[in-house]
């Protein structure tokens, strides 16, 4: 870990707010990690009715009651820029199904934090490392008017309880504490422009060829942009890294750390993403949105051993609704 690291800007979530107290309960960690996904099975044979071998309804009884995914060629959602794919074993992926506009890049907002957290999850045995926050951190939140954690100055926390604030309720607070803490530099600027850098290999190294990140948090400088079909691609590497998936799983979570006054300070931060109370099977992953960016979803569940994992970019509020049909779709063939 470098010195510092360098702040970076951060993408309004729409995050609801986290609340700070001197009381409340911490939640264990938990071990987790992307499920593994039954590879899709050869080739099907058909009866006298056109049907799947097995299978028992007729198109005629189907129609009757409510769509059958299984008839459409393609999910119906809105989004155009989007990109669903069976996440296998974990190690490779399936395309299932991209939208018209899956490889164009656009700005992503604060799903760029799911990178973030990717550079960061490279050094495993800093998870523990104790982080002092800076009132800068709190003045960059106040003057971006970014998604914050609501970290109070002079309180220590850990990397793991950081990587919570920021992944929860979309902390700009939060990433900008660990850029600062894991770019090298000798200056906040310098640090943070290293770290951001750090993303760009990372990006590079995966493959990702429509990202770049000017960003830690995903307000951007200009040039702050991805891909459906990256994103997606992204979250499934991401959901590989158990201290990831465990964390991206929490509708709502509760912590405490040393404050600057000697006493404890409680923090409850609840998840933007709202799928992990809305849809059986949900995992997570990261939420975003902003005025260039509209709404962004990068999204995964698992339902009878599969894992999808999917991306939304360029959306309207209507991104929940549209990652529910796409895996719904997914989960029918």
């Known amino acids: 870990m470098g010195s510092h690291a360098r702040p970076n800007r951060i993408h309004r979530t729409g995050a609801r707010l986290a609340t700070v107290a001197f009381f409340g309960a911490v939640l264990p960690i938990t071990a987790g990690g992307l499920a593994q996904a039954a590879t899709p099975s050869a080739t099907q044979t058909v009866d006298e009715n056109g049907l799947p071998s097995g299978e028992t309804t007729t198109p005629a009884d189907r129609s009757q009651g409510a769509p059958d995914t299984r008839d459409q060629a393609v999910p119906d959602v809105k989004a155009d820029h989007a990109f669903l794919l069976d996440a296998r074993d974990g190690s490779q992926e399936r ?21 973030t957290a990717m550079v960061v999850l490279k050094h495993p045995e800093w998870l523990d490392r104790q982080i002092a926050v800076k009132q800068e951190y709190r003045d960059y939140v106040q003057e971006t008017g970014a998604s914050t954690a609501d970290l109070q100055t002079g309180d220590t926390l850990t990397v793991r ?11 700009a607070d ?101 799928l992990l109370s809305s849809y059986d099977g949900a995992l997570g992953i990261k939420t975003g949105s902003g005025p260039e960016a509209g709404y962004a979803l990068v999204f995964a569940a698992e339902r009878d051993n599969r894992t999808l994992v999917g991306a939304i970019l360029k959306a309207d509020k209507d991104r929940f609704a549209d990652a529910t049909k796409m895996l719904d779709w997914g989960f029918a063939r």
């Open 95 to 115: 395309e299932m199904w991209a939208g018209a506009k899956a490889d164009e890049s656009v700005s992503m907002a604060s799903t760029t934090k799911i990178m």
């Open 161 to 171: 309880q950081l990587l919570h604030a920021m992944l929860i309720p979309s902390g």
């Open 174 to 274: 939060a990433a900008r504490a660990l850029a600062d803490n894991f770019g090298s530099g000798d200056t906040e600027d310098a640090r943070i422009a290293d770290f951001v850098n750090q993303m760009n290999a990372e990006a590079q190294a995966l493959g990702l060829t429509g990202t770049h990140f000017d960003s830690y948090d995903g307000i951007s400088h200009g040039d702050n942009r991805s891909t459906a079909r990256d994103l997606a691609k992204l979250g499934q590497r991401a959901m590989l890294q158990p201290v990831f998936a465990d964390v991206v799983q929490n509708k709502q979570y509760e912590t405490e750390a040393p404050a600057a006054n000697g006493r404890t300070r409680y923090y409850t931060w609840v998840n933007t993403n709202e």
